[in-house]
């Protein structure tokens, strides 16, 4: 039988992941296929470089974390987003990364579009981390 956490055990695992990686991470928006790992180099074209909010994510609830606040930025160059990094504030430490969707296509992060073009505005709409072991 698997192991199953309580719910106040999967928000404080949850809650640990925005205490590592920190305040004001730089969240990366790549075209292309995402990369086997955090630590391998990113692939594709880097689109947009967003600095999140200090308190990025609210405080985990019935075991997810939402975004918190607004993510927009002006994009740098142009391209189809495929796939986004979460780095800490200093952009020394890839410490997530997931699939892009547009709004309701059910990726790991949505945005507004996904075909961008450069200095168009980017907003993320959603980004939900959910634990697993229920």
């Known amino acids: 039988m698997p192991v199953q956490f309580s719910v106040r055990v999967r928000n404080a695992r949850l809650d640990a992941i925005e205490t590592t990686i920190g305040t004001s991470p730089k969240l990366r928006i790549y075209s292309g296929a995402m990369p086997a790992n955090c630590a391998a180099a990113p692939t594709g074209t880097l689109i947009a470089e967003i600095t999140c909010p200090a308190d990025w994510l609210a405080a985990a609830s019935n075991g997810s974390k939402v975004l ?48 961008i073009a450069a200095g168009q505005t980017v907003t993320v709409t959603s980004k939900t981390l959910t634990d697993g072991n229920a």
């Open 68 to 115: 918190s606040g607004s993510w927009t930025v002006a994009a740098a160059a142009a391209g189809t987003a495929g796939y986004y990094r979460v780095y800490d504030s200093a952009a020394t430490n890839c410490d997530e990364q997931g699939n892009i969707t547009a709004t309701g296509g059910g990726g790991s992060m949505t945005v507004d579009n996904t075909s």
